[in-house]
């Protein structure tokens, strides 16, 4: 059940996953077409398509990909309300039930180990799991991060609940001694990190990450670059899939030497450093702070001059920075946003800058929030909706997939104007 739900296509041989990914992508850009019909624009491509469909990139490696996994801490189907795995079941059923991940395929061996010896540590502890924050306990959820120059890191997130600056002091030494000299030694984690959290996600300006043991950071080579990781920081979460995601982007942006490349939700400025040999200056801007010291670290460290970093929310910074553009070199976007796409305002600095006129638009659901971006980026200019700008179009669309098993895949859309 569990590897159904989290993986739903792990029974399927890879070519056959591959083809169901390429018709999900083919109905959302039929989608997007209709949509676009209905807004007066001529969108119709050969199949329905507002755009030509690339096939589906497959990724390098299918199984045990993941760099980044969640563990939620709950009753397990035996009863043991300290099981760490993944959720099967609904709320509105009132059936979920937290199951190990021992046979998830995507998920690698290291994060299932450190799983393992979490639940180990939390079953030997007299604490009681968080489960609902109302209700009391303490120990929740667990992140283990890898990479593949051998680091690993485990962020656990604790509700102090009433706990005295004693008592928590006391915890954090028992999980430091039992990963460096206990059972858990054998994850050898580079990386152990606690937070403690009062809220479902917290953010390190909400409450620090505060480190137990090791390297404040993991690191990761990716384009013959090296990049260091913060605990909350974004990477994409299939490093080989992405070292390929990236060299097309490059591709499809067809930088010259006196483009100038905006990197927007650049995240520890991967995208941005691994083209700024073919730019003349890359601009990232993201919202996690950590995420940014990142970024100008990375490049820092691999000798990259070229690129500067804004720390922010989108739609405050990239209005002011384009509103007073006045630089004469072509401007390329990329833009990369969580599932809930990008801020109304983000989109509208877009359009209102007559510099862009090629935007790549990289989505992990394009069927859901994003659409919405597609479609405000190529409908006619709209005064009452301060629209000024010419419209873009569609012209290429090529998936990627990063996520093998699952159901999703990351598109990678090409507007031009």
């Not at 083809?19 to 083919?26: A, I, P």
């Not at 006391?170 to 050898?188: D, I, M």
């Not at 601009?283 to 010291?293: L, R, S, T």
Request: proline share 6%; charged share 20%.
């Amino acid at each position: 059940r569990l590897a159904n739900a989290v993986t739903p296509l792990w029974r399927l041989p890879y070519q056959e996953q591959l083809q169901v990914k390429y018709e999900s992508q083919r109905k959302t850009l039929q989608t997007l077409a209709s949509r676009l019909e209905e807004l007066g624009i001529d969108a119709q491509k050969p199949g329905g398509l507002c755009c030509p469909l690339q096939p589906v990139v497959p990724s390098p490696i299918i199984n045990g990909y993941r760099n980044k996994s969640t563990f939620s801490v709950n009753r397990g189907p035996d009863g043991n309300p300290k099981t760490v795995g993944l959720y099967v079941g609904t709320g509105r059923e009132k059936n979920i039930v937290c199951v190990k991940a021992n046979h998830v395929e995507n998920i690698p061996s290291k994060h299932k180990q450190v799983a393992q010896c979490y639940e180990e540590f939390i079953c030997h502890s007299p604490l009681d799991p968080c489960i609902l924050f109302h209700e009391g306990g303490h120990w929740r959820e667990l992140v283990v991060r890898t990479s593949r120059c051998g680091h690993t890191m485990a962020i656990i997130t604790f509700h102090p609940q009433q706990l005295g600056q004693e008592a928590l002091a006391a915890q954090k030494a028992l999980l430091k001694e039992f990963f460096t000299s206990g059972p858990g030694a054998v994850c050898a984690l580079t990386s152990l990190y606690f937070q403690e959290s009062t809220m479902t996600r917290c953010s390190h300006e909400q409450s620090p990450y505060q480190l137990l043991h090791g390297a404040a950071h993991i690191s990761e080579e990716l384009l013959g670059l090296r990049f260091r990781i913060s605990p909350d920081a974004f990477f994409q979460v299939n490093t080989a899939g992405a070292e390929l995601l990236y060299q097309a982007v490059g591709e499809l942006c067809q930088a010259a030497g006196d483009t100038v490349l905006l990197d927007i939700c650049c995240g520890t400025g991967t995208i941005g450093l691994s083209l700024a040999h073919r730019v003349s200056k890359v601009i990232g801007v993201e919202v996690v702070e950590k995420a940014v010291e990142d970024a100008e670290w990375n490049a820092a460290f691999n000798g990259i001059s070229n690129c500067e970093f804004h720390s922010g929310k989108a739609e405050a910074v990239l209005p002011q920075l384009l509103a007073s553009w006045e630089d004469a070199r072509p401007l390329v976007a990329v833009v990369n946003p969580s599932r809930a796409g990008l801020h109304y305002r983000v989109v509208r600095a877009i359009r209102n800058c007559s510099a862009i006129r090629r935007l790549l638009y990289i989505s992990c659901k394009p069927e859901g929030e994003a659409m919405r971006n597609f479609l405000e980026l190529c409908c006619p200019p709209d005064p009452r909706k301060k629209l000024a700008g010419e419209p873009f179009a569609p012209v290429m669309a090529i998936p990627f997939d990063m996520f093998p098993h699952t159901v999703h895949c990351e598109l990678v859309l090409l507007f031009t104007r």
